[in-house]
């Protein structure tokens, strides 16, 4: 559903910049898939995404800088090894997307669907997280720093042998999750459900 707070305007393609960018634009998903027709992946910088269907959309390797995504939908997208900088996504649907090595930098996605979603290799540095739900995603090697979780959503997760730095769980649902030998760093667990978690050799003093 695109956004009905103003009007939208088709995205010309001779206009595109030598680099694949597109600024400060507002998208609609024909938008979308017009620049998805070409070969190289594009680079959307101040984009207005809100609210739009972009569902089922292979996006791999695009960059997202500066962009609106409020309540965009993304579910089951090919998003590999895409970049999201300094993007605001609240409550944007990413259910079974696939988000392997992809790259979330000082980005707010609270309260995002991530259900069933891919992130294998996928990290979040200084991102807002909160109230996400990460439930059943496909997370190995997937990396948090300095990020808030707080009532996220991550049952099952193992963050065995890692080093989280400045990571804020609190009263997240970490139930049955891994921290074996894991290392905290200026990290909070406060009131996070933690029941069936294993910190074997847990290093908690951080």
């Not at 400060?24 to 680079?43: G, I």
């Not at 809100?50 to 962009?67: I, K, Y």
């Amino acid at each position: 559903m695109d956004n009905a707070a103003g009007p939208r305007y088709e995205v010309p393609m001779d206009g595109l910049s030598s680099d694949r960018s597109v600024r400060e634009r507002a998208l609609t998903r024909a938008d979308v898939e017009r620049l998805r027709a070409s070969s190289s992946p594009s680079h959307l910088i101040d984009g207005d995404l809100e609210e739009v269907d972009l569902a089922g959309l292979d996006l791999s390797r695009w960059t997202f800088e500066r962009c609106n995504l409020r309540r965009a939908d993304f579910t089951g997208s090919k998003l590999e090894g895409t970049v999201w900088r300094s993007c605001h996504a609240a409550h944007a649907q990413f259910t079974g997307a696939d988000l392997s090595d992809a790259n979330f930098l000082a980005s707010d996605f609270n309260n995002c669907v991530l259900r069933r979603s891919t992130l294998a290799a996928a990290t979040f540095e200084r991102c807002k997280l909160t109230g996400a739900d990460l439930s059943d995603a496909k997370s190995l090697d997937i990396r948090f720093e300095e990020t808030l979780l707080i009532h996220a959503k991550l049952p099952g997760y193992s963050f065995r042998k890692q080093v989280l730095k400045k990571i804020d769980f609190g009263q997240a649902d970490l139930r049955k999750c891994d921290f074996r030998a894991t290392i905290f760093e200026e990290c909070s667990l406060r009131d996070a459900n933690m029941t069936g978690s294993r910190f074997d050799g847990a290093d908690l003093r951080g």
